[in-house]
């Protein structure tokens, strides 16, 4: 089933700002939006951004998320060393009944 | 605090069976959907299956169809993924997802399945 596509990768300096994108289509991100993930090496994912762009308790305010037609945005403010991680988009894709994962894009902070 | 312990993971033969186990705390499970999330080592997430409030509606993605059986038990507070016919592209860490706002919420901290000779 096809996912959702992310750059592989983002590298930006401390204390900048990096903007993640989720390309998606009309059945998934364009339908209802994106939710984003956090995964540090070895732990489990996070959740950063419901699909209506809305932070869990918790998150930091550093981390925003937007969405325009079929394209998903996360966009990290202040990058600190702990951004560092792989992050990911989700969203139900109501043509194949299922939730599609992004292919995860990899953050460094330099 | 909500808390979701997977259990279950193994390493089996190709064509061999397992079930899995989540074990839920901290939440109201069965006001609940949830899902099964896996990953590949070294790879990226891939979900594999959901179950909604009373277990009547569930889905599954197309590579797991007719092997894989999600379901749950709401008085136990457990979700579970009985897996037959496993293959060696199912080997990866499988996680317990509670989902909310159409998101996956909550994560356990996952449970590795191994499919080898």
């Known amino acids: 089933q096809a996912g959702l596509t992310q750059p592989p990768s983002v590298s930006k300096g401390l204390r900048q700002t990096a903007t993640l994108t989720c390309t998606g289509n009309?059945?998934?991100?364009?339908?209802?939006?994106a939710a984003w993930l956090q995964q540090h090496q070895g732990h489990p994912p996070k959740l950063l951004s419901y699909?209506?762009?809305d932070r869990p308790s918790g998150i930091s305010e550093r981390f925003s998320a937007s969405r325009s037609g079929n394209i998903a945005s996360l966009t990290i403010t202040g990058l600190q060393p702990e951004d560092e991680a792989d992050y990911y988009c989700?969203?139900?894709?109501?043509?194949?009944?299922?939730?599609?994962f992004g292919t995860g894009t990899k953050v460094t902070v330099l | 605090e909500v808390q979701l312990v997977e259990s279950g993971g193994d390493l089996v033969q190709p064509g061999g069976s397992l079930r899995l186990s989540c074990a839920a705390s901290?939440?109201?499970?069965?006001?609940?959907?949830m899902s099964w999330v896996r990953q590949a080592p070294g790879k990226g997430l891939e979900w594999v299956a959901n179950?909604?409030?009373?277990?009547?509606?569930?889905y599954y993605v197309d590579s797991v169809k007719g092997r894989f059986t999600i379901s749950r038990d709401n008085a136990n507070n457990s979700l579970y993924l009985q897996m037959n016919s496993l293959r060696v592209e199912d080997t990866a860490v499988y996680y317990c997802?509670?989902?909310?706002?159409?998101?996956?919420?909550?994560w356990g901290q996952g449970t590795l399945v191994t499919v080898s000779s």
């Open positions: 997802t509670r989902e909310d706002w159409g998101s996956q919420e909550y």
């Open positions: 901290g939440i109201t499970f069965s006001f609940y959907w």
């Open positions: 179950i909604n409030q009373d277990g009547s509606d569930k």
């Open positions: 009309s059945n998934n991100v364009g339908n209802q939006g």
């Open positions: 699909r209506n762009n």
């Open positions: 989700s969203a139900w894709d109501r043509s194949l009944r299922a939730y599609v």
